[in-house]
């Protein structure tokens, strides 16, 4: 990065290419949740009508955020076996750093009356881009599953364990035994917008008073959620006499959402404006050198109180980790030297095919992937078009020119979907170069971490990408001109996208839930 670059920043100050937490991961928090609002209530109803449906309301920051709604309907397969259908819908209409962000996703259930899932669809939308969906079938000990992205779809399989149960499962348990204080229960839930089985742990504590969306003060049975794939970020739910969860607390991004039990009129009355400002609550404040633009090296010491940061934490290409205390680690980031020899054993790695192979968001084979890709390259003087070096960072530029339109408000895009749309944020720049590089048959890997971001005195969430070059990793960053990373980027892992181990995004959640609002940074002199 030159002197004269910076990440991140419009001329109004604002930041413009960090990560969205608060997309992706965001929507699929609040489908979790909505396990415990949707189907904690009606537990105290005698009978089971054919259809029902609960609503709540989403209030983030003390301002409405969305809407959930969750229904169940009993009806009859062609062969006369009695199945369930559940629909679960969260809609959120955010702002981010100025941007409108409009989010809904959709889970969709068919299941026999003692939960065992026969098949599932989800599907994610964030107009203007395409929507995303992932249908599951099962067959045995086996998943089936189509993924769809961008018109393109992707097949693939999981393990599949009859003992799995859908979400809306447990409706069925609590309704016949509600939750008394004191008592404990343990569920193995199958998520379909995680590809994932979480454990969900309810532990009935003690009778509070609560305000419940009408403001009306309530004693309400305490219950305290646990789901395994978000352990970190625990679920309060607050539930009346007849077992309905009329408040649901959560904490996310230092601060508080809060899901209250509603009718239809009072869930989908309109919100007024553009919706929540999510943007700020992601950064991280923190104060720089003047001049970090133009060193070669920094060193920083990061502590996450409460918390074993230097568990989730990772060294990479430039930056090592000194373990101070399970709290604190340093860190020193120190700029690649692009202009020293490629080391090369020549020896091919097993590991390298993780790297180089096509996933739904990586589609190597795309024909306008390939295209960007090949135009890259035939941009660079015939003497440097063997080096791997000018190539990866060739590409790099590439992506950063390419990208004409810098937004906010779509989701993780995939590969195909930015070298048709030339929009995105820093996530579509480092899902489009992944691909690229695949596509020349050279590995790389999406990382996540943090950014400065000068004119707010703070880091944020950002993505980019590392490229293996002889037998080395190295960082690229093409929402700079100059298509690589600065000693103001903070490394935090990195991954390969390939889904057969799960959903990526859930394996890099962890960062954008645990660092917001309780990370400190500062520099050591």
């Not at 989701?411 to 749309?421: I, P, Q, T, W």
Request: net charge neutral; hydrophobic share 40%; proline share 6%.
């Amino acid at each position: 990065m030159t002197s004269g670059e910076q990440y991140s920043v419009l001329s109004n100050g604002q930041p413009t290419m960090l990560l969205r937490p608060s997309h992706r991961q965001l929507i699929r928090w609040l489908c979790l949740s909505l396990v415990l609002v949707v189907f904690v209530s009606a537990s105290g109803q005698a009978e089971e009508p054919e259809t029902r449906t609960v609503w709540g309301v989403i209030y983030l920051q003390g301002q409405r955020a969305g809407y959930q709604s969750g229904t169940r309907t009993l009806f009859q397969s062609a062969n006369g076996e009695k199945l369930v259908k559940c629909e679960q819908k969260t809609a959120l209409k955010l702002t981010r750093f100025g941007t409108p962000l409009v989010l809904e996703s959709t889970v969709e259930t068919i299941e026999t009356t003692g939960g065992e899932i026969r098949r599932f669809v989800h599907r994610q939308e964030n107009p203007p881009a395409a929507p995303m969906t992932l249908e599951g079938t099962i067959e045995g000990k086996q998943c089936q599953l189509v993924a769809t992205t961008g018109g393109i779809k992707q097949t693939s399989s999981i393990p599949w364990s009859p003992d799995w149960r859908s979400p809306a499962y447990q409706d069925e348990t609590l309704r016949a035994q509600p939750l008394q204080p004191g008592e404990e229960r343990r569920l193995e839930i199958f998520f379909p917008e995680f590809r994932s089985m979480g454990v969900l742990d309810l532990k009935a504590r003690e009778m509070v008073p609560i305000l419940n969306l009408d403001r009306q003060e309530k004693n309400l049975l305490r219950v305290t959620a646990r789901i395994s794939l978000i352990e970190d970020s625990p679920i309060t739910v607050y539930v009346d006499q007849n077992g309905e969860a009329i408040v649901t607390r959560m904490g996310i991004f230092g601060t508080e959402m809060f899901t209250y039990l509603a009718t239809r009129e009072q869930a989908l009355l309109p919100i007024e404006g553009t919706g929540p400002e999510i943007g700020k609550l992601t950064l991280i404040k923190a104060q720089l050198p003047k001049d970090w633009a133009t060193r070669q090296s920094l060193t920083y010491e990061l502590k996450l109180p409460g918390d074993d940061l230097a568990r989730i934490l990772s060294s990479g290409p430039g930056q090592t980790i000194e373990v101070i205390d399970p709290e604190t680690v340093r860190v020193t980031v120190q700029l690649t030297p692009w202009s020293r020899p490629l080391s090369t054993s020549n020896l091919p790695l097993p590991a390298d095919d993780l790297f180089l192979k096509g996933t739904s968001l990586l589609q190597i084979d795309d024909p306008a992937v390939k295209k960007l890709a090949t135009d890259a390259l035939a941009s660079l003087p015939q003497e440097k078009r063997n080096d791997l070096r000018e190539q990866a960072l060739a590409m790099s530029r590439y992506v950063h020119k390419t990208i004409s339109t810098k937004n906010l408000s779509t989701a993780l895009a995939s590969a195909a979907e930015v070298a048709k749309s030339r929009s995105g944020d820093c996530t579509e720049h480092a899902t489009l170069l992944a691909a690229m590089l695949r596509a020349q048959k050279i590995p790389s890997r999406f990382v996540m971490g943090l950014v400065y971001v000068p004119d707010e005195s703070a880091f944020g969430l950002h993505a980019w990408t590392e490229a293996k070059l002889g037998d080395d990793w190295y960082p690229l960053d093409s929402v700079a001109a100059s298509g690589r990373t600065s000693v103001a980027h903070l490394r935090m892992t990195a991954d390969s996208l390939d889904e057969s181990a799960g959903d990526p995004v859930l394996r890099m959640d962890i960062y954008a839930r645990k660092l917001p609002g309780r990370l400190q940074v500062k520099v050591v002199p």
